[in-house]
Structure formats: C-alpha cells, structure tokens
Nanobody
C-alpha cells in the first residue's frame, strides 16, 4: 500500500509563490511517474505537471514557465514550485503516483487559494 501526504498549500496574493510537497511512503520500489493534478470548484480535475523516475517532465500549457516540478528519489518526494501565481490557479492540488504496474495512488489534496 502506498500513502501520499501533501503539504504547502495556503493563501497567497496574485504574483506570489508557493511550494507544494508530496511525500510517498509504503511499498514503493520504483514508479512510472509522480505528479500533481488540480481541481477548481465546478471544474474537472486536470493535470498540472508530472515527472518520471528518470526525470522527464510534462506541464500543462497554463503553468509552463511559472511552475517547476522536481523529485527526490531517495525520499520519494515530489515538489511543485509555483511562481507568479494567478487567481485562476486557485484549486485543490492532488499528488499522484503511478506504480510500475500502472496503479494510481492519490493524496487527499491541499488547497491553494490565490487572491487578486
């Protein structure tokens, strides 16, 4: 069983920065990718960014150039540095880990609120 615990959400003014962390624990030996999705009120959950165990990254177009995803393999932790935040970045951010077997594990989410 895999557990994911997110931290780092909060309230920030537009133009500000936040750093999210997601620590994975449990039966983890290797994984396909870890990443972040977000869900704003009344909207579907969408990909923000993800990173493979090899370090390859994918970003949503809306966050390219503002957000940076990174990972620490030794501690199975993934980070999301969010700069130049916009009110439309307001959402619950969820951490995801996809195992080598293709199973997805989700964290409980952390709320990010960007005020204008």
């Amino acid at each position: 069983q895999v557990q994911l615990v997110e931290s780092g959400g909060g309230l920030v003014q537009a133009g500000g920065s936040l750093r999210l962390s997601c620590a994975a624990s449990g039966s983890i030996f290797r994984f396909n990718f870890m990443g972040w999705y977000r869900q704003a009120p009344g909207k579907q959950r969408e990909l923000v960014a993800r990173i493979t165990s090899g370090g390859s990254t994918i970003y949503a177009y809306s966050v390219k150039g503002r957000f940076t995803i990174s990972r620490d393999i030794a501690t199975n932790t993934v980070y999301l540095q969010m700069n130049s935040l916009l009110p439309e970045d307001t959402a619950v951010y969820y951490c995801i880990l996809e195992s080598l077997g293709g199973m997805d594990y989700w964290g409980k989410g952390t709320l990010v609120t960007v005020s204008s």
